[in-house]
């Protein structure tokens, strides 16, 4: 009898103190960072453990740094608690209790990555969950989403649905994120995550990236480039999406919540129906806000963007240059003009379109893709040839999402607008700007049949300039029925990638841009579709410098198209200098937005010779480690400073901008980040004003260490906006 007393009271005690003999810890690592979550059948999953790369996992509890907390923690009987999940039963319970069936590990065969699959279903309810965490071998990143699915009578009503929900030990934290508006896009925010909660999220409906993105940053301590702990995460869906962050003093913990956002989406799930939600994209370095970027600058090339690790060409867009007066003599001045300065592309952009009604501003003819033989009676091909015959590449603009009141398009299907049935539509741009219904299966035909009829017709088509300047104002569908109109800022992004889908497998190989109105649509949900972003419609160098920097915090360069437009730009008061303009530009991908026959002989002279020499740094830049070092978002300090470097740390580039001079302002070294310090450097500049008079430091050979701890003095000239750019060679 006491023996078996004695195996009972073992076995009782095994049964209920966690992780002594049932549970299992998961180690899901990449070649910096681990992440552990621990489960066994009949309970739910916790999260342990995120941060720097683990060997033992008894070191997380010995020294206290395990979360401890649900990994996903639903609506249900801990009805006061953060939640990621909350649905509405067939029989109206709004309860969920999840628990762990199975746990399998295995490999993508589609993209390499390697997955860990975690399948719970409720206590009580025949509803599924499986949680998915993918890693792949090249990239410091983890990917993480949600599968629902269930056996119910009748739809279940899913009313929060989040990709991800990470825990945090709460301490000294730092958010740091990016919002702004058309022109103004991604000011940089920094500010303590105090007690309470913080949002960030956008409705608009088709461009998501405007009021904030949906990416940011959470730093151990106040926030720097290139030091501190900090965890990053983006959450790659093209539509309305709410990430929060909650400081939960008693509980000492931050609890981030990442997803779509369910405000008027609540979604009828049927009987057997998969519902998957958008990754969620994080990272974890002790490099600073700089080391999360250059992973994901990583990961994006290698797994996430079209030709990701192949360099970008150098255009000229006619947008700025003519606007809407498209016509063949001026499109053959653009193009003589930028072969003559070295370039590799033309992109006509606006204002090429409409037979009835020709496309003379932003009121008329979105939808009537055909050629406007008034303004180019020689046609397309014409164009191309001019191209071909100079040795560059033509491109084109087009806004296939969108129609106009006043177009045939909308004479035929005014059903296919996005608009409620029993009111007059709102428009948007031109006073007469609607978004198509990208629900219903016609205008998605539409929508594909518009590239391809272009593509068919011009196979000589290189590149096109994908647009989207309005909002989802009016929702409401003509195709989704009457109890599913909740449907539609989901389902839209579900069609229009189905469409993206159709035509990347048809044409894989043209290269398409990503443009809302500038950068309104900057997001991972749609750049497995396109090479790279129009990161906004404000072209102004100065204020492009801010912009730039923001973006490149999640993006990498050859992501980032960066054009020289005239000075002043429109919409800015103060000029730039032509050097100004190009070595800002040569921060991303670099490309013109003016009328090169317009130059000066002295400024065709110098934007030949920087074409020149971008293109023999532009690997490093488009390809290569960013290394962000001064802010211009700092106001107290009259510089900015960025490197890109290769991998292997024997080629760089060193950015240096002073927006703003000021007489008798001592000039201070100005030390670089990312070298090798075991390395000497040899140091030129370039783009200097003056090829015969470069810098006093041109050819001089500095160690990595000095340039790193000491830094370099450059002189400046009296006047705002002045810069410099030095390339490092080891030796």
Same mark, same amino acid.
């Given at each position: 009898m006491k023996k078996a007393h004695l195996l009972w009271t073992l076995l009782a005690v095994c049964l209920f103190v966690p992780n002594l003999l049932w549970a299992k810890n998961y180690v899901i690592s990449t070649a910096k960072t681990s992440l552990v979550l621990r489960t066994e059948p009949g309970k739910r999953v916790d999260f342990v453990y995120y941060g720097s790369r683990i060997d033992r996992v008894n070191d997380i509890y010995d020294t206290r740094s395990a979360v401890n907390w649900n990994a996903y923690p639903v609506f249900g009987t801990n009805c006061r608690a953060e939640h990621a999940l909350a649905v509405t039963h067939a029989n109206g319970d709004l309860s969920l209790e999840l628990e762990t069936v199975k746990v399998e590990s295995y490999k993508d065969e589609k993209d390499g990555g390697n997955v860990t699959e975690f399948q719970l279903r409720d206590k009580v309810f025949p509803f599924y969950v499986k949680l998915f965490y993918k890693t792949y071998e090249d990239s410091d990143v983890i990917k993480t989403w949600t599968e629902y699915s269930h056996k119910e009578k009748s739809d279940v009503v899913l009313r929060k649905f989040a990709s991800a929900y990470i825990p945090m030990l709460a301490n000294d934290y730092w958010l740091s994120y990016l919002a702004g508006q058309q022109n103004s896009e991604s000011d940089l925010y920094e500010e303590p995550i105090n007690r309470g909660r913080k949002m960030l999220g956008d409705h608009d409906g088709t461009r998501n990236a405007f009021k904030t993105h949906a990416s940011f940053m959470v730093s151990q301590g106040r926030p720097q480039e290139n030091s501190g702990n900090v965890f990053g995460g983006t959450l790659a869906w093209s539509g309305n999406y709410d990430i929060s962050f909650v400081r939960d003093y008693s509980h000492g913990r931050l609890e981030i919540t990442a997803g779509m956002n369910p405000e008027m989406s609540h979604y009828y799930l049927k009987p057997n129906e998969v519902f998957t939600t958008p990754e969620f994209i994080f990272t974890y370095s002790t490099e600073g806000k700089s080391g999360v970027s250059r992973q994901f600058h990583r990961w994006a090339r290698n797994h996430q963007i079209i030709d990701g690790t192949k360099t970008r060409d150098i255009l000229l867009n006619s947008w700025e240059g003519v606007r809407f007066k498209v016509n063949q003599e001026g499109m053959d001045k653009m193009i003589r003009g930028i072969s003559e300065?070295?370039?590799?592309?033309?992109?006509?952009?606006?204002?090429?379109?409409?037979?009835?009604?020709?496309?003379?501003?932003?009121? %008329?003819?979105?939808?009537?893709?055909?050629?406007? /033989?008034? +303004?180019? &009676?020689?046609? #397309?091909?014409? !164009?191309?040839? @001019?191209?071909?015959?100079?040795?560059?590449?033509?491109?084109?603009?087009?806004?296939?999402?969108?129609?106009?009141?006043?177009?045939?398009?909308?004479?035929?299907?005014?059903?296919?607008?996005?608009?409620?049935?029993?009111?007059?539509?709102?428009?948007?741009?031109?006073?007469?700007?609607?978004?198509?219904?990208?629900?219903?299966?016609?205008?998605?035909?539409?929508?594909?049949?518009?590239?391809?009829?272009?593509?068919?017709?011009?196979?000589?088509?290189?590149?096109?300039?994908?647009?989207?300047?309005?909002?989802?104002?009016?929702?409401?569908?003509?195709?989704?029925?009457?109890?599913?109109?909740?449907?539609?800022?989901?389902?839209?992004?579900? %069609?229009?990638?189905?469409?993206?889908?159709?035509? /990347?497998? +048809?044409? &894989?190989?043209? #290269?398409?841009? !990503?443009?809302? @109105?500038?950068?309104?649509?900057?997001?991972?949900?749609?750049?497995?579709?396109?090479?790279?972003?129009?990161?906004?419609?404000?072209?102004?160098?100065?204020?492009?410098?801010?912009?730039?920097?923001?973006?490149?915090?999640?993006?990498?360069?050859?992501?980032?198209?960066?054009?020289?437009?005239?000075?002043?730009?429109?919409?800015?008061?103060?000029?730039?200098?032509?050097?100004?303009?190009?070595?800002?530009?040569?921060?991303?991908?670099?490309?013109?937005?003016?009328?090169?026959?317009?130059?000066?002989?002295?400024?065709?002279?110098?934007?030949?010779?920087?074409?020149?020499?971008?293109?023999?740094?532009?690997?490093?830049?488009?390809?290569?480690?960013?290394?962000?070092?001064?802010?211009?978002?700092?106001?107290?300090?009259?510089?900015?400073?960025?490197?890109?470097?290769?991998?292997?740390?024997?080629?760089?580039?060193?950015?240096?901008?002073?927006?703003?001079?000021?007489?008798?302002?001592?000039?201070?070294?100005?030390?670089?980040?990312?070298?090798?310090?075991?390395?000497?450097?040899?140091?030129?500049?370039?783009?200097?004003?003056?090829?015969?008079?470069?810098?006093?430091?041109?050819?001089?050979?500095?160690?990595?260490?000095f340039l790193m701890e000491q830094g370099v003095v450059l002189q400046w000239e009296k006047g705002d906006r002045q810069s410099a750019v030095l390339e490092l060679t080891a030796e």
């Open positions: 300065l070295g370039g590799e592309l033309f992109v006509m952009d606006d204002g090429w379109f409409g037979d009835k009604y020709p496309r003379n501003d932003g009121t %008329s003819s979105l939808g009537d893709w055909v050629l406007c /033989r008034e +303004k180019l &009676p020689n046609g #397309i091909d014409a !164009l191309i040839n @001019s191209c071909e015959e100079r040795g560059i590449k033509f491109g084109i603009w087009i806004e296939p999402e969108m129609v106009n009141s006043k177009s045939e398009l909308y004479e035929k299907h005014p059903d296919w607008v996005v608009r409620q049935p029993d009111r007059e539509p709102t428009p948007g741009r031109g006073g007469s700007q609607l978004l198509l219904d990208m629900c219903n299966p016609k205008v998605q035909d539409f929508v594909f049949k518009v590239v391809d009829d272009l593509l068919q017709k011009h196979p000589r088509i290189h590149y096109i300039k994908w647009d989207a300047n309005f909002s989802a104002n009016n929702v409401g569908s003509y195709y989704l029925p009457k109890d599913r109109q909740s449907h539609f800022y989901i389902e839209y992004h579900r %069609s229009l990638q189905k469409v993206l889908e159709r035509i /990347r497998a +048809k044409y &894989p190989k043209v #290269i398409i841009q !990503l443009c809302a @109105s500038g950068g309104g649509r900057l997001n991972y949900g749609l750049l497995p579709y396109f090479h790279e972003n129009w990161t906004s419609d404000n072209t102004d160098a100065l204020q492009r410098l801010q912009i730039q920097w923001s973006v490149s915090m999640f993006y990498p360069s050859n992501v980032i198209a960066a054009h020289v437009s005239r000075s002043p730009s429109k919409g800015a008061n103060n000029p730039s200098s032509l050097k100004f303009r190009f070595d800002v530009a040569m921060t991303g991908r670099l490309g013109l937005e003016l009328r090169p026959e317009t130059f000066s002989e002295s400024e065709k002279l110098f934007a030949k010779r920087a074409i020149e020499t971008y293109k023999g740094i532009r690997d490093i830049i488009q390809l290569g480690d960013i290394y962000r070092i001064l802010s211009p978002f700092d106001k107290e300090n009259l510089y900015s400073t960025q490197l890109f470097a290769t991998p292997k740390k024997d080629r760089a580039v060193f950015f240096a901008f002073c927006p703003y001079y000021r007489r008798n302002q001592p000039t201070p070294a100005l030390k670089m980040a990312g070298l090798d310090p075991n390395r000497n450097y040899r140091i030129r500049e370039l783009n200097p004003l003056n090829p015969q008079k470069p810098a006093s430091i041109n050819g001089k050979v500095v160690s990595g260490r």
